[in-house]
């Protein structure tokens, strides 16, 4: 099988960016999501959701507007510190870790919620801070839900193509990950490589989902055996 190792691991590389930010990104919001209501909590819910159900082209179109050299943001990177985003790999990870973003702070919403309350209280009543309280009662009742969310990031980080390609491009060896090379194999008529390179990402993407489904029926057994 003709397998692009390099597009492998730019694609794991990307992934796992995009995962370790949506690891404080995404964590973060589920954990004010989940707090007691406030003004605008459901519409933010609601923008945060639409990476899930945009078409990918509109993402990846917004995020050109955001990041590219007239936007906003990839204006001022330009003009203050002389860094250019598009056609990077950093880009891919920005496309991926906003793509990923509802599967990391949907669940991580939900793990919050299920935290007793209760228990959260006695630990205040007892002394303990905001900080002790979360990362002693809180995140230790609600990580495997947060775990399982943040697997479902990095498969579907991996499997990133629309936003990625227009913001990112299809350069060999800098932003070609795994779903653009399939493309471009597909393009060519490379059956074989694109079939070998697909049955590559479908192979780790069954293995991150597997483990992500192992946790997600470890914490349902836990909130039966509390009940």
Known sequence: MD???????????????????????????????????????????????????????????????LIGRNGPLG?????????????????????????????VFKPARAAFEGVDGQLEQAARTLGASEAAVFFRITLPLAWRGILAGLLLAFARAMGEFGATIMIAGSIPGRTQ???????????????????????????????????AARLVGSRRQEMRDVA
């Open 75 to 103: 204006g001022w990177l330009q003009s203050t510190f002389g860094i250019n985003l598009v056609f990077t790999w950093q880009a891919a990870v920005i496309a991926a870790a906003v793509a990923a973003l509802p599967l």
């Open 177 to 211: 990950t795994l779903s653009i090379s399939i493309y471009e194999a597909v393009q060519a008529g490379q059956d074989g490589r694109a079939n070998a390179l697909v049955l590559l990402t479908s192979v780790v993407c069954i293995v991150v989902l597997l483990l």
């Open 3 to 65: 397998l692009d190792w390099s597009a492998l691991g730019l694609s794991l590389k990307v992934a796992g960016w995009a995962t370790a930010i949506n690891l404080f990104l995404g964590v973060g919001l589920g954990w004010l999501l989940a707090r007691p209501r406030f003004f605008g909590r459901e519409l933010l819910d609601t923008v945060l959701t639409l990476p899930m159900v945009l078409p990918p082209t509109v993402l990846g179109y917004y995020l050109l507007v």
